[in-house]
């Protein structure tokens, strides 16, 4: 299970710490997110995607075969961006 929770954050111009203010989780579980693959409930996921202005789907992308399969909500604008 891949995440784009870092990008998510950085482009949404937010700290570790402010996005765990903003969501109600500790800096602690953003982190364990982002560096350890961490994936957390559904609530709590929810709750982190709000702070973004995103989905879950938006940020925790199923594999299969070695490729994402990148949910819409992460191509829309601040999402990831296919030319890179």
Do not use: F, H
Not at 29 to 58: F, N, S
């Amino acid at each position: 299970m891949k995440n784009l929770l870092r990008e998510k954050r950085q482009r949404a111009g937010l700290a570790q710490q402010g996005l765990g203010v903003k969501a109600g989780v500790s800096v602690a579980l953003i982190v364990g997110i982002e560096k350890w693959g961490y994936r957390p409930t559904p609530r709590i996921q929810a709750r982190i995607a709000e702070a973004l202005g995103c989905t879950p789907e938006g940020i925790w992308l199923e594999e299969s075969d070695g490729v994402s399969n990148i949910a819409p909500a992460c191509l829309q604008e601040g999402g990831v961006s296919m030319t890179s």
